[in-house]
Each structure stands twice: as C-alpha cells, then as structure tokens.
C-alpha cells in the first residue's frame, strides 16, 4: 500500500502573523532596552527624539508569553478606527451593489470603453499616484478597492490587478514624496528645510516608478488574459459575487445610486482637503451614503440593513487581520528595542564615508520602516537624529529626507505591521502569501531605483530647491 505525501501547505496568513509577533518577542530577548529623551518640535508641534541622550534601561526587555499574546488584545484595541472603518466600508459597499447601480454602471463603462483597457487602467494608476503624493492617500485607498475589483472582473482581470491599481498606485505617489504631508513634509520640517522644497528631483524619480509601475501591472494583466492559469490568483477559492454575465440596465433608480455613490467620494476628497478628515469622519460618510442608497435603490429599510449586515460579515477576515499585525509593532514597543535599533545603526553610519553613509542611511531607513511603519511616526523618530548625522558626514539634509521617505515607503509594499496595506490586501481577497509573491519583484525594482536615486542627489549636492 503507498501513502500519499501530503503537499506543503502554505500556513494562514493568521498563523504567519503570529509566527512574526513571536520572532519579535524572542528579538527583545536579545537585543537591550533603551531609549531617548523626548521634547516638543516648536515648528511641527511633534513629540521627537533628542540626539544624544540615549540611554540604555535597567531591567530585562524580555515578554513573557501571557503579555506577548495580550498585544493581540491590545492590536484590537489600538487598530480599532480602522477595524470599524472597514466594517461600515464593506457594508455601505454592500448596500450600492444590491441595487445593481455599480454592476450597470460598470457595464456601461466597458461597453463604451473596453477596447481602450489598458488606458483606463494606466489612468486609474495615475490618479491613486496623485492623490498617494499630494494627500497621503493611504488607508482611504480601500474604499476604492471593491470598485476597481468589479472592474477587473468585467476585463476578464484577477483580484490582484485591481489591489495593484488601487494600493501600489497610491504608493507610487505616497513613496516618491511629491508633496506627501505625511512624510516630505513632516521629514523637511523637522531637517530645518523649506516645506515641500527639492520637488523638481522628486519629480524626475516619479515619473521613472510611475512608468515602471504601469509597465509591471499590465504585463501581469497581458499575460493573465492570454493564460488565466498564469495568474497568482489561480487555485484560490474566493467567493465571488453571482454575475450572469448578462447587461444590467441604468434604471432612474440606479443612476441616481450612482450619483450619490461618486458624490460621496468626491465629498471624501474635498473633506480630506480641506478639513483633514480621516477614517471616522469617512467612515460616517459612507454609512449615511449607505443608507441613502438603499432607500433610493428601492431595498427599503430591512433589505438595506441585510445587505449591510452581509457586507460587513465579509469583512471580518479583513478587518481582524489589521489587528493582529498590529501586534508585531506593539511587541517592539513594549519590549523597548525600537530606540536601540535606532541608536546602534546610526553609531555605525558615523564613521562611514560619505557615499557609503549614504546608502546605510538609506538601507536603515528601509529597515525601520518594518519596526515603525507609519511615516509621519518614523520622521519624529529618525530625522531629528539623521538630519545632523548627515551635516557630520557632508551629505545634505534635503538627501537625508530623500533617504527616509524612500525607506519609510518603499518597504511599505511589503511590511505586515502596516494597517492600510493589511486592509487593503484583506478587502481585495488576495491570499497575503501571494500577493507577497506577486509584489517583491516590484519591491526590489524600487529598492533599486531608489539607491540610485540617492546615489545620484550626493553626487549633485542635492539642496533645499
């Protein structure tokens, strides 16, 4: 009798979760507590790091297992804006498809334009890059998501090409600073810069990321579209919504869903513009949209209520996922080890030469991201020491802000600890294992791109304008 070898399985993308908390954990074992003095920034009113006074801590950074698995409690708790912002976005969502506005609407586009798909993509592409680099667009991207997957569907795409339009397009603009409040800006005010200056050589590695970007997504779609089995979603079981195939007609009904659906997220922007809204006040707008939708799509009050409760039932996968990769950067947080990292790399980009200096900065920044992976978090944590780290070494301080928004969003493609990334993957329903797989080719091009972005802007003393 033969017995059949049992197949590797890839483990859950929970399971992978919990493996990096309890890496985390045993990496407070050995390295030291420490950490740095803290003061007010007079002209960014940030909390910031004071160079020079790191001290090491008395006592073990050490967790036991009972407080490491509490952090999941505590990952919960702290990602709880945008646990409940995907749950309400699911529901909302939910509630504009069982009118069978976004399924008409979409059928409409393609009739008239899906001859020119990979123009409309490209487009989709360029604008989530604008709204990455000018905005910050970062966790709002997931809002966009179930629509763009809609899209893909009726060009006959996978899952994985509408989370690349949506999330790696707003990366796109978010990574190459423009002018990304969030980070460029933060960054060139604590360096002591003029806000938003050096734009015209942020602008040249832009648009080569952008090209790159586009050139990498539709060769995927190109290639997808000849060989469905070729694409990385090929195996996986997803649920998908019942699709006939056949035309949805654009009732009054429906194209009034639509206008309200598109005026929500045109009042999205404007209030994220003007007033800096963020995931409760989107959140809020999306629900009252939500129930606007489906008294206007005919649902009436118990059906709207059921296509809520269904949506945000899909979204649990999702929205628990944000919580517990949560729980690797509280882990480093508690164990106190983020600070060390921080003051034993930047002991040893001291005594480089210049050039070399450089790209350690730069490769260091790249690192951190994973331990701290908010941008505007990473600048009050980094730049008030790089800034005069690199006056020491003869690199300008515009190249130490290059160096850290390049480090602080190019990994973003690719570190579980970050919750827009996390949501944005969990919505789209694309395996973390695989969408991993897809995008680390285009990490490593970026990566690339960036050293010798770097590399050129110490070559040509890269200053303030």
Known sequence: MTVKKKRFEVPHTYVLLLVMVLICALLALVVPAGAYETAKDVATGRTIKVPGTFQYLEGSSAMNFFDVMKEFVFGMESSSDIIFFIFILGGAFTIVQDTGAMAGGIHALVRRYGKRQDLILILFIFIFSIFGGTIGMAEEVIVFVPLVVMLCRQFKLDRMVALAVCMIGARVGFTTGLINPFTVGVAQGLSGLPMYSGLAYRLIWYALILVVTCWYILRYAHKIQKDPTSSIMYGVDVEEDADSGEEVELTGRRIAVLVLFFATMAFMVYGVFRYGWYME??????????ILAGIIGGLGANGTAKSFVRGAKDMTYAALMVGIAKAILLVLQDGGIIDTIIY???????????????????????????????????????????APLADMLGITRQTAVLCFHYGDGFTNLVVPTLGSLMGAVAVSKVPFDRYLKWVAPLCAVWCLIGLVSVTGAVLINYGPF
């Open 281 to 290: 006040e989107i959140a809020t707008i999306f629900l009252i949209m939500g």
């Open 344 to 386: 034993l790399c930047a002991g040893a980009l001291e005594h480089l030469p210049k050039m070399i200096a450089v790209w350690g900065m730069y490769i260091f920044q790249l690192v951190l991201n994973f331990f701290i992976p908010s941008g505007s978090g990473q600048a009050a944590a980094t730049m008030p020491i790089m």
